[in-house]
Every structure is written in C-alpha cells, then in structure tokens.
C-alpha cells in the first residue's frame, strides 16, 4: 500500500516567484492536511481539504492556498514568495472517523533565495 | 486555544536506558493523541496513536498513555537502542471529523552508542 507522496522533495525559488506542491494521499483517505515546518516555529497547520473543500484554515496569509481534486490529490501554492517561506512542507492524509491517525509524506524543502 | 508543550527539549542517554519523553496540552477537550518519530531532514513517521476512549496503547519497546483529567501524555521507550535518536512529536487531534493537529516543539533524543 503506497504511502503518502509529496512532489517535488526539493525546490529553490526567488523572492517574488510562486510555487505549486502537490500531495497525494494514500488510496481512500479523503482528508489532506498541510503543514509548515520551521526551525523556529516548529510545525504549524496551514489547511485541510476534505471532499474537494477546504474545512479548516491555520493563519496564515492569503498568500498561502491550495485545493483538492476529485481523486483526492491535493496542491498547495505559495504565491509571491518572501525568504520566511523557507520550510519543510509536509502534508498528511487520513481517513475519517474516531480512528483519526494521520499519515505523513516525507515533504518538500522549499528554499527562498 | 490548544497548546502542547513537549518536556525536555532534548535529551542524551546511554544505549539499553528505558526513558519517558512528556507532553501536556491545556485544553482536555483533545480528541486523540499521536505520537510521531521525525528524523533529521524527513517526514514524520506515525508510532502510536491513543484514540480518546483508550487510556494507553503499546508497540514493540513503545509504550505511550493518555490522561486527558491532568492534560498529559507520556511516551515510554524501554531498551533504548542508537537506532532510536531522532525527534519525539505529540500532537493532539481537535475532533473525529478534523484533520487539523497541534504539535509540541518536540524532545530530541540521542542514543549513545
């Protein structure tokens, strides 16, 4: 059973570009989750997907947004990119219920120059 | 507003220690409780996930309980091995129907050979 895979593992972006990461979830879980990972801040929740809408939204700017598709994939973008973006993005998926656990890709590391 | 505090920050022992890494949260409303591994650099591995019924849950040489009265969870690691340095994350689950988690900064352990 493949796990949950993030593309690309590693991206270096100018100030000022935007940039597009994808998440696919493990086969049947209908819940994405992304994450901002920083050395100073730790893991911070950016939003989830369920069903193609966004249920729940961290705060942060507007900069920050993504969607979900009808197979349950998911894309996030960071539009005009500032050198405080530089993290580790992680994105977890799980499936709905009680029995919540969440399962995480090995991310992407994003670096602003 | 939900907090998670993971207590020590960082820890070193000697190899075939048994050890507890510690985490509080201030709102006893959390759903579940993960605990995760996160090796540098990575994405993070699920160990245990103790479901808001269940007062504790146990695999291999882990061990992780649940006191949702006093706020706490502990992660019990018996037999310490090098294998086991990476860093602890608890984070705590809202709800059934959310996938949003709050994360601890997390304890950093290191096995000496």
């Known amino acids: 059973k493949a796990g949950v895979t993030q593309t690309p593992r590693y991206l270096i972006k100018t100030r000022g570009q935007q940039v597009t990461l994808s998440c696919s979830p493990i086969s049947g879980h209908r819940s994405v989750s992304w994450y901002q990972q920083t050395p100073g801040q730790g893991l911070q929740f950016l939003f989830e997907y369920f069903s193609e809408t966004q249920r729940n939204k961290g705060n942060f700017p507007g900069r920050f947004s993504g969607r979900q598709f009808s197979n349950s994939r998911s894309e996030m973008n960071v539009s005009t990119l500032e050198l405080g973006d530089s993290a580790l993005y992680l994105c977890a998926s799980r499936l709905e219920g009680a029995i919540a656990e969440a399962f995480f890709g090995q991310g992407t590391r994003l670096t602003v120059v | 507003k939900q907090e998670v505090t993971q207590i020590p920050a960082a820890l070193s022992v000697p190899e075939g220690e048994n050890l507890v890494l510690n985490c509080s949260f201030t709102d006893s409303a959390i759903y579940n409780l993960q605990w995760f591994r996160q090796d540098p650099g990575k994405g993070l591995t699920s160990l245990l996930l103790?479901?808001?019924?269940?007062r504790e849950q146990t695999s291999g040489r882990l061990n992780a309980s649940l006191d949702k009265s006093s706020g706490r969870s502990t992660l019990y690691i018996a037999a310490s091995q090098p294998g086991d340095s990476a860093t602890y994350l608890c984070?705590?689950?809202?709800?059934?129907?959310?996938?949003?988690?709050?994360f601890g900064q997390g304890t950093t352990l290191q096995v000496k050979p």
């Open positions: 103790i479901q808001s019924s269940q």
């Open positions: 984070a705590g689950h809202g709800s059934s129907n959310t996938g949003k988690l709050i």
